[in-house]
């Protein structure tokens, strides 16, 4: 028997089958098709699987399970109530994977959850009790694991770190209308608007002013060659995360964070940075959580989603 | 069977004999003697039982169990490291009480850990899958509840809500000597040196100015009669309390909030002044939260002691 893990993002899908070992026996990624509000994303899914398991002389008799992660909240086991990056309004993906698929077990997640989960289990985390997971890129992921299942909270906003407050006296706003969140000084778009808002000061002196365009990496590799500028934001960057981990440890005071996402692969750089400013700021008896990169990259989610149809359960 | 409840605090020790049904038989209250570095506490505490045992027509056979909250940190079911406020350093409470009563099964917890359980379990919150405690006085006591546990962490520093910043910018230390922590805001010395500092300003028109000495609760009181002053300090309690809280719903999302402790008497004044802040502050899926007063008011302690020897096991 055999198992699939999706992880539906909101520029590609990718796919994982998976055998009962939960080996990844074959991996696929096709686009997800954002037009008529996202109607044709989950054919194409059902398309890209069928066509998987023929690839391996397999059909659908031989799927025990299917873990769909999706960018969204997800209630009553699969009802995805909105999913914006998607165009999705009220879709119950279970619903619409069982008439699509045949298949009846079909778990459905949100994918920072999934990706924690996956990343928890198969990147060898599981001696650590409690961890929390932070992913870094677009959009900043979070999700906390107690006792090896992800929490989901009593509204689905636990693991939320994205909307923890770090700056009271913030006047713009989050996307979410709130003031000071995390969100707004650590994602790729906050990271590059801090540097262009410096570059904009005239008197102010960096490599990066002779770049036509700015990525993330760039101000990363500035930081690390000695850029003054650069090491202001990507400072400012480990402060406002080590806030939020501050905060973290005095609610559920985890063993590990894992920091993942495309802005981790600074790595030890960021990291060393986000373990000196959190132990300035964390209770002393908090001190020693670990704070670690994560290992198994953009393939976390699929790996999650698989986990959740394998163990037959809604996790936490 | 019966067991013994007992919360040990700073000023007073209280005892509760409860019978196998959790009903409390009998309630006592003795002096923590704090001279020879607390030493006679736990022998007093022994003596006291002894008594209300005694005045019941039993003896120590009768016992089952005893619950023992303690002003501290407990490490290994009954090892406390530091309590500063009884004058104890590496103090076995479990082995101490074993060898004075001959009871074996010792519970010892945290007292604001075992308030908080007291309060969910006692006070009518039960239908409640996760709550959190704050509780509110010369420190400020936290803990969080999730599937009816205590959570204690894997540094034993969960629920220690008092250490979350609330003000980056602070300049002056919290007693934990880090900065901007809750506790520096919303202690009963915090609103006291608040207010002090405002009536200091000869230009400040209060109520207040006029008292000879200052209570926190000659403050709520003149804020609820309409003073400007006074009502400035509630305010930023309230405010201080709702960034806590909103923080909190981001990581655990909880769906229950339990303030208790002494300036909770100002009831539904603070309280609608936190929600009202809560609501401002807090992600959109978690505004429903419900914040609530406890209702258990000092005996928490007891019942949640109590409950831990009852259960006979450590929660968490």
Redesign the interface.
């Known amino acids: 028997m055999n198992y699939f893990g999706i992880d539906i993002g909101g520029t590609a899908v990718k796919l994982g089958l998976f055998d009962e070992a939960c080996e990844l026996l074959a991996k696929r990624q096709i686009p997800a098709r954002l037009d008529n509000d996202g109607a044709f994303i989950l054919p194409d899914v059902k398309a890209s699987m069928k066509s998987l398991l023929e690839a391996k002389g397999m059909d659908w008799s031989a799927v025990k399970g299917i873990g769909i992660a999706v960018p969204g909240?997800v209630l009553d086991e699969g009802f995805v109530p909105l999913a914006v990056n998607l165009g999705w309004r009220n879709v119950d993906v279970r619903d619409v994977m069982r008439n699509l698929t045949g298949v009846d077990n079909i778990r459905v997640e949100n994918d920072a959850k999934a990706a924690a989960l996956g990343e928890y289990r198969m990147g060898g985390w599981e001696s650590?009790?409690?961890a929390v997971m932070i992913t870094l890129g677009t959009a900043i992921g979070?999700a906390?694991i107690?006792d090896g299942k992800v929490?989901?909270?009593?509204?689905?906003?636990?693991?939320?770190?994205?909307?923890?407050?770090?700056?009271?006296?913030e006047t713009e706003p989050c996307a979410?209308?709130?003031f000071g969140h995390l969100q707004q000084y650590v994602s790729t778009d906050a990271i590059l608007k801090d540097i262009r808002k410096k570059l904009s000061d005239p008197a102010c002196e960096s490599i990066l002013r002779g770049y036509e365009s700015l990525s993330v990496k760039d101000v990363f590799d500035a930081a690390k060659a000695g850029d003054g500028t650069a090491l202001e934001t990507v400072r400012s960057v480990a402060r406002m995360l080590a806030?939020v981990l501050?905060?973290?440890?005095?609610?559920?005071?985890?063993?590990l964070y894992l920091i993942g996402g495309g802005i981790s692969k600074a790595g030890d750089f960021l990291l060393e940075m986000i373990r000196t400013e959190f132990k300035?700021?964390?209770?002393?008896?908090?001190e020693?959580?670990r704070i670690e990169a994560a290992r198994m990259g953009n393939d976390a989610g699929i790996y999650g989603a698989m986990l959740l149809a394998e163990r037959g359960c809604a996790e936490g």
């Not at 929490?151 to 006296?169: C, K, R």
């Not at 501050?246 to 063993?255: F, L, T």
């Open positions: 909240p650590y009790r409690s979070g906390v107690l929490l989901h909270g009593a509204f689905g906003a636990a693991g939320e770190l994205s909307h923890i407050q770090v700056e009271p006296g979410c209308g709130k806030r501050a905060a973290v440890s005095c609610v559920i005071d985890p063993e300035a700021l964390a209770l002393a008896t908090s020693n959580a």
